[in-house]
């Protein structure tokens, strides 16, 4: 019984074959890509995205790597060593709409990335449970090494502190994640094919500007919030809602005590302007 039930199967097996060349090419053609598809989608973060369209084939390789090294290498290396104290913003302003630029004359780029604010709700359960583990983890650390730090800035400067909470994420946060995520994903899928080495490369771009702060704490920093920016980015497709989370975090450290990490960006020249 089990023998002839095995043979009608497998008669079952060679008929479909045999007659799936017969099908109309006009139905096979779709019916393949869509059997074959099946399986394929192994990210976890979102569905697959037309990341680099109508950029790359404006530039060759070598000109993207050139692009890339003085931007995201040369720049912040030439900052870090430069005998004359440059303020932070104006220059992240420069760069930041060059980038901007570039998105824009693009036709294949889609704009909505830019903002899509509509993405927020469905991940802001997540990111506030994530950001308040971080935040804890964050003051434990300050109470524990760096007592003298806690809540420094709120205790001496309050006024200051409050303009810092609604300028940062303005001036500095939204232009960061332009260059950083929507730029960076748009124009170098060529230099870092796959998924998470786009990620990776994102976040360690990102954690490697912050060598101007001249302090190991903030590159550490900033190269984990880079990989939770840039796959919250990918994962939802909108600036706002990884620029909302990045604006958690960096009102979390100004707040908490650790801004004198981050001191020469907003602070500083938000504090130069006041001063006047």
Known sequence: MRVNCILSITALVASSVSVAPE???TFRAPFLRFFLSQGRETSTLHQPRSWGAGVKP????SALILEFVLLFVAL???YRFSPVRIPALPLLWLV????????LRNPHFDRARLWKIGALPSRLGVILLLFAVAAIALWLGVRRFAPSLEWSFVRQTPAFWA???VAYPVLSVYPQGLLFRAFFFERYTDLFPGEWAMILASAAAFAFLHIVFRNWLAVVLTFAGGLLFAMRYV???SLATSSFEHALYGCWLFTVGLGQYF???TIA???SAMSR
């Open 23 to 25: 099908l109309p090419q």
């Open 58 to 61: 404006a530039m060759t390789r």
């Open 76 to 78: 912040p290396l030439g």
């Open 96 to 103: 930041a709409g060059y980038a901007c630029w570039q998105l």
């Open 163 to 165: 303009l810092v909470m």
């Open 235 to 237: 994962e939802t497709d």
């Open 263 to 265: 001191y020469h960006g």
């Open 269 to 271: 020249s938000v504090g």
